[in-house]
T-cell receptor, first 113, second 114 residues
């Protein structure tokens, strides 16, 4: 089945700096890659997604890039703010028979004031 | 607020017991997905229902089962509970049964098995 690796597991950046979280996936048939933000004790919240026919997508301070050849995708957050502190999960949809999302292990993003 | 509701918020029960978790999808969404989140396993897909029918299975144990009712709400039944079943259980809904549509998560049910 699909396997999604996510790095780093913890990322600490100064407020105002940029943060980048990277994921790789194993199944070249995967075609949908969402990113979720989860605050402590809360639900995962979809923040941005990208489909395999697109190389980059941007929404204000958040952008996602996809490299299908290398099978990796990244989340970029610019001008980080304290409210960006959370755990971020990447995910991929797997064409192996299951329609659910396969998630990475998560990145704990810490914004230092 | 995603529009997906789950009850109860918290559940504490003993080993060997059976519990039922309930999920109501966003208005108009036909697909319901169930996920389990634990510290050691992360977020794992369990099962999907689309318009009342089982659509896909993930890492769901045989002791677990689910169904989706005509009004589209879904229930996840967990039986013969073990300590390792303690986790956060989320449902998510989507407007489509296709793999590349957005899934919106509910607030989750925290299950503690003692």
């Amino acid at each position: 089945g699909e396997n999604v690796e996510q790095h780093p597991s913890t990322l600490s950046v100064q407020e105002g700096d940029s943060a980048v979280i990277k994921c790789t996936y194993s199944d070249s048939a995967s075609n949908y890659f969402p990113w979720y933000k989860q605050e402590l004790g809360k639900r995962p919240q979809l923040i941005i997604d990208i489909r395999s026919n697109v190389g980059e997508k941007k929404d204000q301070r958040i952008a996602v890039t996809l490299n299908k050849t290398a099978k990796h995708f990244s989340l970029h957050i610019t001008e980080t703010q304290p409210e960006d502190s959370a755990v971020y999960f990447c995910a991929a949809s797997w064409f192996g028979g299951a329609d659910g999302l396969t998630f990475g292990k998560g990145t704990h993003l810490i914004i230092q004031p | 607020d995603s529009g997906v509701t789950q009850t109860p918020k918290h559940l504490i029960t003993a080993t060997g017991q059976r519990v039922t978790l309930r999920c109501s999808p966003r208005s108009g969404d036909l697909s319901v997905y169930w996920y389990q989140q634990s510290l050691d396993q992360g977020l794992q897909f369990l099962i999907q229902y689309y318009n009342g029918e089982e659509r896909a299975k993930g890492n769901i144990l045989e002791r677990f089962s689910a169904q989706q009712f005509p009004d589209l709400h879904s229930e996840l039944n967990l039986s013969s509970l073990e300590l390792g079943d303690s986790a956060l259980y989320f449902c998510a809904s989507s407007s489509s049964g296709l793999r590349d549509y957005e899934q919106y998560f509910g607030p989750g049910t925290r299950l503690t098995v003692t």
